[in-house]
């Protein structure tokens, strides 16, 4: 038998977020959901009792009737019902998503992450309670990226909702991700939700230094905020040292080392357009020891391997090598591949800062990838720290698969 809830009320008539339908679960299915899991895939999913359209309201039941949740309807994908509620009494309504925003605005305030100068993510999906909700804060302009058909449905209201909690010139819609999202069949291009775009760049001061942050064509919603602690933790380990920055993106780790007193930082991207902010930032910052360079990282790695270059730190922030169990096998040989490389390039004593953003690879395997790395390069490599994203990223006790971010500072000898 399923486990049962404190409350193992009923489902109750609501006025605001009516529940349309029930979704009744298969048999020992709910102990997640009583955990507050906020994903319900199609395969624990015995019945629909209703007709619910898309983006409705639902309630989540076990198969004997009992209220396990409240959430929002997605015929579209496998991921059928999100989770907001697990109170009968909680509608679904303008009032709960205010009450979400304002707590999600207030921690970042917690975090002194609301200077009008800086940068920061403001809601973090599963984090915050919000799934399929990501809102980032660029100075005075908010980048939104849904990727729940839900989500955009209502992406009107809560942009109402944001710009009533935060002070800005603009919120601008970035990156749906239709295919994870189940958003087949919704035009959601890339807009201006309210306001305007700014004219060019945004720049933004993180750690002492001044990012231009390009929002309208960047990746993701135009930098990596995951990343800033992290960046900091390893320009430690620059100073004095020759330093390579691969998969450089706009100059994040580039930079830091270079203004902790690195002797000299290469950075490189496969894009010139990330190459040509990266640039523009080093400029910017007065930072004349960074070069920077458009070249494909994996040929490059293999090109400087090969040569007698030798580096006292080498970053790999690569982008996300699996977006699915059934590739994680090739993302860990990539991994693999690239981290050979670095090692053979790092000096006797050199910091090798290497990262995975892929949610499907775990922390464990990535570990036990550098294992082999080290086993087959015949070098000791010491792990200093192993590191996550930043605070403006929480990840839910009940949902750890918002866990996606390691980062691992190592020496090698």
């Not at 529940?19 to 709910?30: D, F, G, M, Y």
């Not at 990727?147 to 809560?158: F, I, N, P, Q």
């Amino acid at each position: 038998m399923d486990p049962l809830p404190a409350d193992d009320a009923q489902p109750t008539t609501l006025v605001g977020g009516l529940p349309a339908a029930t979704v009744v679960l298969k048999p020992k299915r709910a102990r997640p959901f009583f955990g507050r899991h906020p994903w319900v895939l199609d395969s624990a999913i015995g019945r629909v009792d209703g007709e619910p359209a898309a983006g409705d309201v639902v309630d989540l039941a076990t198969h004997e009737g009992r209220f396990v949740g409240r959430g929002l309807f997605n015929p579209h994908s496998r991921l059928r019902v999100r989770l907001y509620a697990f109170d009968p009494a909680v509608p679904l309504d303008d009032a709960l998503w205010r009450s979400r925003l304002e707590s999600a605005v207030a921690l970042r305030h917690r975090l002194s992450l609301d200077k009008p100068a800086g940068a920061a993510r403001l809601v973090n999906s599963e984090g915050d309670d919000l799934s399929g909700l990501v809102v980032d804060r660029y100075g005075e302009w908010l980048c939104v990226q849904v990727t729940a058909l839900a989500m955009a449905a209502r992406l009107e209201s809560l942009c109402e909702i944001l710009a009533s909690l935060v002070p800005t010139r603009g919120i601008l819609l970035r990156g749906a991700e239709r295919g994870l999202a189940g958003l087949e069949g919704l035009h959601l291009p890339d807009r201006v939700v309210r306001g305007r775009a700014p004219d060019g760049p945004v720049f933004v001061e993180e750690g002492g230094l001044r990012y231009g942050i390009d929002l309208t064509e960047g990746q993701k919603t135009g930098f990596y905020l995951d990343q800033r602690d992290n960046r900091t933790a390893a320009a430690r380990h620059a100073g004095g040292r020759r330093v390579l920055d691969m998969f450089c993106y706009s100059g994040g780790f580039g930079l830091s080392a270079a203004a902790a007193g690195a002797q000299a930082v290469l950075a490189v991207d496969s894009s010139a357009r990330a190459t040509a902010l990266a640039t523009a930032n080093a400029q910017l910052n007065g930072l004349s020891t960074m070069t920077v360079e458009t070249a494909d990282a994996f040929e490059h790695l293999a090109t400087l391997a090969g040569s007698a270059a030798r580096y006292g730190m080498v970053v790999l922030d690569p982008p996300k090598f699996a977006r699915s169990r059934a590739t994680v096998a090739d993302a860990l040989r990539a991994y693999h591949r690239i981290n050979r490389l670095a090692v053979d390039l790092l000096e006797p004593g050199g910091t090798l800062v290497t990262c995975s953003c892929s949610g499907a690879v775990g922390r464990e395997e990535f570990l036990t990838m550098l294992s082999g790395v080290a086993q087959q390069a015949r070098r000791t490599i010491q792990l200093l720290e192993v590191r996550g994203a930043a605070a403006d990223h929480p990840v839910s006790a009940s949902c750890l698969d918002g866990e996606y971010l390691t980062c691992v500072i190592a020496r090698v000898p």
